[in-house]
């Protein structure tokens, strides 16, 4: 989420791949109405690359409807960037702690409320509050150093979900450790897009998709398709022509893993994805695809299954409603893929899916 990642906007941008539509809807199909265009957006946010496609019957409407959409995102930037000490998240990290809780906005409120159940759903395997070891591990990217084990093993005292008190009644946040910082970087742009696609809709615009990075959020189709073709980069090659596709609608996707932040330390990878039980980033080389219901919950899903692993990482999909998941790993040198019962179901090949 900080402006001058240049890196990571480079690298986000390769997880999202390309998104084919025709241009114009058939008319023959629905007469009366008017027919739709097709308008492509795009705008850097939480330093990535966010891409709007939408079907609408003008320019000007169209216009109007990105604009309020990108302006979305980037208030919700500035209330949940760890990166900026002005945010409102830096704040509450800033005031509260035991026995201090501070009043939020409703956006704060509900997504640290999402990530509370998404790390309940994944057993403590996705948590907001691990920003004290991602800190750690920002200076260990930059200095190819492994943190201090004192200092990681003093970090992790101050994360875990159960340390997040939430009144709804009162909208207070508390958090019980001093020290804690919160970050919403597994979580942000997946709750962006659901919210930029939720301003289209209130605009009257259904035939829509929005992507930030890895994470894409996919409306109603385009109008003579099924759905929305979206490439999956490949683990080892991901800036690539992507080979694998999905199509979607009223749903989302998110690919996490390790192709592209990551630290060698001693010849073992670690990626910036840690695992909270541990304080260590995942050694595994993997690319994580979720399927979910929308994308707070793909987003916050992929960091998850990353942190468990194809086995755990599979069983946490399988068991969550209406999600699916391709894992993929390095075995040897080499992709090794595993899905989730329904995968195939959204799979595709390319343009080929009317
Ligand atoms: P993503 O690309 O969605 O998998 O998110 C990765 C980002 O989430 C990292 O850069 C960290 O800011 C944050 N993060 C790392 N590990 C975790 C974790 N176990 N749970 C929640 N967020 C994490
Ligand atoms: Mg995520």
Redesign the pocket.
Known sequence: MRGTNRMLLLLLAGLVCAIYSPLAGRADEQPAAAPLTRFEYQQVRMATPFRIALYAADEASANAAADEAFGRIKQLNDLFS?YDAESELSRLCRLSGPGKPVGVSPELFEILTRATSLSKQSNG????T?GPV?GLWRVARRKRQFPDPARLTEARSRVGYQLVRLDEQARTVELLHSGMRL?L???A??YACDQALAVLKKHGIARAMVSG???IVGGDPPPDRTGWTIGIAALLQPDETPAQFISLKNAAT?T??DAY?FVVIDGKRYS?????KTGIGITESCSVTVIAPDGTTS??L???A??LGPKAGLELIEKSAGCETLFVTLREGKPVAVRSKGFAGYETTGLRDR
């Open positions: 760890d395997a996705f948590d907001a691990i991602v970050d970087g597994g979580i742009k997946g990075g890895g994470d998110s996490s893993g932040r910036h994805i840690v695992d909270p987003d916050a992929a960091t998850a990353a942190v």
